[in-house]
Nanobody, 119 residues
Framework: QVQLVESGGGLVQAGGSLRLSCAAS????????MGWFRQAPGKGREFIAS????????AYADSVKDRFTISRDNAKNTVYLQMNSLKPEDTAVYYC????????????WGQGTQVTVSS
């Protein structure tokens, strides 16, 4: 079992930046590939970014590519999402998630953190 707790959300003006953190506890953090997702009001959950267990490989949704950066610090059991050039359409609840290396589905989820971008 892996417990995930997000932090760093808040209200920011368009064009601004935020850094989200996701602290993990429970199992060995470095065993798990990690991802960030978001859900806007009235919409489904959307994949944002992922990072491999080692941190060497990352992937991004087209909507955030070149604006958001995912990273991890296995020594601190934490994954980050640096968000730059924020837009009002980035407003959503952001979730981090973990999956087993052998699975494609994310099994463990945090409670989410709200990000609101004002125009």
């Amino acid at each position: 079992q892996v417990q995930l707790v997000e932090s760093g959300g808040g209200l920011v003006q368009a064009g601004g930046s935020l850094r989200l953190s996701c602290a993990a506890s429970g199992r060995v953090f470095s065993n798990y590939p990690m991802g960030w997702f978001r859900q806007a009001p009235g919409k489904g959950r959307e994949f944002i970014a992922s990072v491999s267990w080692s941190g060497e490989n990352t992937a991004y949704a087209d909507s955030v590519k070149d604006r958001f950066t995912i990273s991890r610090d296995n020594a601190k059991n934490t994954v980050y999402l640096q968000m730059n050039s924020l837009k009002p359409e980035d407003t959503a609840v952001y979730y981090c998630a973990a999956r087993e290396r052998t699975d494609y589905e994310y099994k463990y989820w945090g409670q989410g953190t709200q990000v609101t971008v004002s125009s």
